[in-house]
């Protein structure tokens, strides 16, 4: 199975400032053949299910702020907040679907500072 | 409007058997892989399994393979989880979630709002 490990596990940043999510992968998920990352970032607030924001690793899902960044390739990847706002705080997950089992990441919970 | 809703989740003893089910509307269904994605309490998320659009493909993470089997009505637009043989290990809110193709390696783009289960003597 495909590890994905994310880091920090939670973060504070100010309003207006910049928050950034690492993650890995136990072994590449860029798949040769078409050159794609099969690499997605979810947004969870409490008591709701998961938001899709990126996926390929950095294609932005349709309505998602352009705050929202995804980059990386192979095993190492990031999400970016450009400018925190209040409405982004959240536990962010990076999940990999280059195979089954499909995995996430533990999740990295963002708050305001 | 796109839309999952789950239902059938409720408390069940250890050893026991529960079906869930996820009712689609708002796009043609036979076209998506299905997923079932689970969370236990104050935990991450944990993908269960997985149906190609057909319904002949199917995939289990290890945790509960030869226990869970899950199935699709595309007549009805509907899902299913099929929960034999449950843990407490199992406890945990299920959601329903949307393949972006008819690929079972895809993201989750449609997420429904979770039923719970409560696997407990």
């Known amino acids: 199975d495909i590890v994905m490990t994310q880091s920090p596990d939670s973060l504070a940043v100010s309003l207006g400032e910049r928050a950034t999510i690492n993650c890995k992968s136990s072994?590449?998920?860029?798949?040769?053949?078409?050159?794609?990352?099969?690499l997605g970032w979810y947004q969870q607030k409490p008591g709701q299910p998961p938001k899709l924001l990126i996926y390929?690793?950095?294609t932005r899902e349709s309505g998602v702020p352009d705050r929202f960044s995804g980059s990386g390739s192979g095993t190492d990847f990031t999400l970016t907040i450009s400018s925190l706002q209040a409405e982004d705080v959240a536990v962010y997950y990076c999940q990999q679907y280059y195979t089954t089992p499909i995995t996430f990441g533990p999740g990295t919970k963002v708050d305001i500072k | 409007e796109v839309q999952l809703l789950e239902s059938g989740g409720g408390l069940v003893q250890p050893g026991g058997s529960l079906r869930l089910s996820c009712a689609a509307s708002?796009?043609?269904?036979?076209?998506?892989?299905m997923n079932w994605v689970r969370q236990a309490p104050g935990k991450g998320l944990e993908w269960v399994s997985a149906?190609?659009?057909?319904?002949?493909?199917?995939y289990y993470a290890d945790s509960v393979k030869g226990r869970f089997t899950i199935s699709r009505d595309n007549s009805k637009n509907t899902l299913y989880l099929q929960m034999n043989s449950l843990r407490a290990e199992d406890t945990a809110v299920y959601y329903c979630?949307?393949?972006?193709?008819?690929?079972?390696?895809?993201?989750?783009?449609?997420w429904g709002q979770g039923t719970m289960v409560t696997v407990s003597s």
């Open positions: 979630a949307r393949s972006y193709s008819s690929s079972v390696d895809d993201a989750l783009d449609i």
């Open positions: 390929w690793a950095s």
């Open positions: 072994q590449s998920v860029l798949y040769s053949s078409n050159n794609k990352n099969y």
């Open positions: 149906i190609s659009g057909s319904g002949a493909s199917t």
């Open positions: 708002g796009f043609t269904f036979r076209s998506y892989s």
